[in-house]
Each structure stands twice: as structure tokens, then as C-alpha cells.
């Protein structure tokens, strides 16, 4: 029976992760028995009790929690899942779904996004599917004029030095993978399939699935920011410059390639 995977990169989320672990429980019975759920927790060093809330057994759920001894970044969390993923799921039909772990993707659009990749929809299916706050009936709650504005122009830049048919959400990180779509990045790049340790490393990993040839659909997202649980990890000036970095990558080296 195919599988999909929820990885969910974790730093102190024990205030959302109690609520998102009996969602995802709700959104496996939901897709049983065409097939089955279950959960990577990445714990990147947290300092709170996010690994024992994990390691909790929630009655129909299968969770496994992989740790880092320090805190190292998204990115690191990222790779470390998709190294995990790739180790333990070998059927081509399996899937990876990322999303973060403080309440603000909702698990219920899991089953949309796997019948758009499947094709399901009435559209062709494809490799990589984004919960996309830019795509028809997508939107944005919560958030400060600011942010949107430099998520939107982040976005859009991309979009223009390295565009992607059918993505207009470059930076969103829930979105689905098709396992033999990774797998075949990561035998290309090794490791240096994600080498970006903040935020920056959602739009890095989708670039360069998309230089690989990966389709790539969305599925319109309304973000809520205001259920966010906890205080916000993004460190807004450092990752303008990742962002920048991530630009001139692109412009002048071979990355990418």
C-alpha cells in the first residue's frame, strides 16, 4: 500500500504540535485505506519538551522522531527528512509531504494535494505539489503588510531568474514530493541537494526539482497566520540575505545545475 510520509521539521513547537498530531490523525483515517499515513518528526535541537510531546503515542498514528543535539537550522531539518525518507521508503508510489509544525498548514488539504498529484483533478498529474497562497483562491491571513510583501517579492524574483511552470509560491514550505522525483536529486546533487540552513531552503530544494524537470502544480492555501502557536523563528533581516545570496547563486554560479 503506498505511503505518505508527514515530515514535520520541529524547533520548540510543543504549544502546536498536541493539536497538528491529532489533525494528522484525523486526515490518516481520512485517506484509509487507499493509503497509509504516517509521521517524521524532525526535532532540530529544541529546548522545550517538542521530542517527548512526539514520542507520545496518538492512537492511530504512526510516529517516528529523529533528533539533532543542537539547533541547525531549516534546512538542516530538511535534509536530515528527505535523507530519512529516501532511506526508509524504496515503492516509487510512496510521497513526502513537508509542512511546518506550528498550526498554520492545515492537514485536511492533504488529501487535495495528493489527488492533484495523482492527476485526479482533471489536470495531468505531476511531481511536486505546493499549498500555494498565490494560486486562485489562495490567501493570506495574519501576516504583516511587510511580510507579504517580501514573501510576494521573493516569489517573484525567482520566478523570473529560474521560473518553474505552474509554481507561483516559491518560498511556502507544505507541499508534496513524489519519492522517485527526489530520489533522482538526490543521486544528481548528493549532498548538495539542500544546502541552505534557513527558510531560504524551501525555494532552493523546489528550484532545483524544477531544473531536474519536476512538474510542479498547486492547490490554493489560505494561510492563517494568526493560529500560528508560539513566537515566530524567522529571522527576517538574515533571510533577505540568504535570499540574496540564493540570487546571486543563480546569476553567477552552477549551483543549480
Given at each position: 500500500m503506498p505511503a505518505l510520509t508527514v515530515l514535520l521539521p520541529c524547533y520548540n513547537e510543543e504549544q502546536a504540535l498536541p493539536s497538528l498530531l491529532a489533525a494528522l490523525r484525523d486526515t490518516a483515517a481520512a485517506l484509509a485505506p487507499e493509503r497509509t499515513l504516517n509521521v517524521l518528526v524532525v526535532d532540530d535541537g529544541s529546548a522545550d519538551n517538542t521530542a517527548e510531546i512526539a514520542r507520545r503515542t496518538v492512537p492511530g498514528l504512526d510516529t517516528v522522531v529523529v533528533q539533532h543535539e543542537t539547533n541547525l537550522g531549516l534546512g538542516a531539518a530538511l535534509a536530515t527528512g528527505v535523507r530519512w525518507f529516501l532511506t526508509h521508503h524504496d515503492e516509487d508510489a510512496d510521497v513526502l509531504a513537508v509542512m511546518d509544525a506550528d498550526g498554520t498548514h492545515p492537514p485536511a488539504l492533504l488529501g487535495q494535494m495528493l489527488a492533484r498529484l495523482a492527476g485526479e483533478t482533471g489536470t495531468a498529474p505531476c511531481d511536486v505539489v505546493i499549498a500555494s497562497r498565490y494560486a486562485p483562491g489562495g490567501e493570506e491571513h495574519g501576516l504583516s503588510t511587510r511580510r507579504r510583501f517580501y514573501s510576494r517579492t521573493a516569489s517573484r524574483v525567482l520566478a523570473l531568474l529560474a521560473p518553474i511552470r505552474g509554481a507561483r509560491d516559491?518560498?511556502?514550505?507544505?507541499?508534496?514530493?513524489?519519492?522517485?522525483?527526489?530520489?533522482?536529486?538526490?543521486?544528481?546533487?548528493?549532498?548538495?541537494?539542500?544546502?541552505?540552513?534557513?527558510?531560504?531552503?524551501?525555494?532552493?530544494?523546489?528550484?532545483?526539482?524544477?531544473?531536474?524537470?519536476?512538474?510542479?502544480?498547486?492547490?490554493?492555501?489560505?494561510?492563517?497566520?494568526?493560529?500560528?502557536?508560539?513566537?515566530?523563528?524567522?529571522?527576517?533581516?538574515?533571510?533577505?540575505?540568504r535570499y540574496g545570496v540564493l540570487v546571486a547563486k543563480l546569476l553567477f554560479t552552477r549551483h543549480f545545475r
Open positions: 516559491y518560498t511556502c514550505g507544505y507541499r508534496l514530493y513524489r519519492r522517485e522525483t527526489l530520489a533522482a536529486a538526490a543521486e544528481h546533487y548528493r549532498k548538495g541537494l539542500v544546502t541552505e540552513r534557513s527558510f531560504v531552503c524551501m525555494a532552493e530544494l523546489l528550484i532545483k526539482l524544477g531544473r531536474r524537470g519536476a512538474r510542479v502544480d498547486e492547490v490554493p492555501l489560505k494561510l492563517h497566520y494568526e493560529l500560528k502557536e508560539g513566537a515566530s523563528k524567522l529571522n527576517v533581516p538574515a533571510t533577505i540575505w
